[in-house]
């Protein structure tokens, strides 16, 4: 499959192919350092103080996920249910036609 016929899927079905990250970041207020034995104080000119980070290992990291729209009339909600070890079996399962 070619770039243009993964994004013409995509498009027409409304599907993403989304890679969960190795690591996730969670930022929360520097106060909250007590709640998160794992977390560290770092300044961050965002917020223009220093933040409580703590850094997690998703379940299914490094997996990727088909996730499709399911609209409710007011937003849409992506689900997705199947996680792939790579992006060529995730591509190869997407539905040619809708």
Do not use: W
């Not at 249910?81 to 190869?92: F, G, H, P, Q, S």
């Amino acid at each position: 499959m070619t770039i243009k016929e993964l994004e013409k899927i995509m498009i027409e079905q409304g599907v993403i192919l989304r890679a969960i990250p190795l690591k996730i970041h969670h930022v929360y207020a520097d106060c909250d350092i007590s709640l998160h034995p794992d977390g560290r104080l770092e300044y961050h000119k965002e917020y223009k103080r220093e933040m409580t980070i703590v850094d997690s290992i998703p379940k299914n990291a490094g997996k990727f996920v088909i996730e499709s729209e399911e609209c409710t009339g007011a937003m849409a909600r992506f689900y997705g249910k199947k996680l792939y070890d790579n992006i060529e079996d995730a591509i190869a399962d997407l539905p040619k036609n809708k």
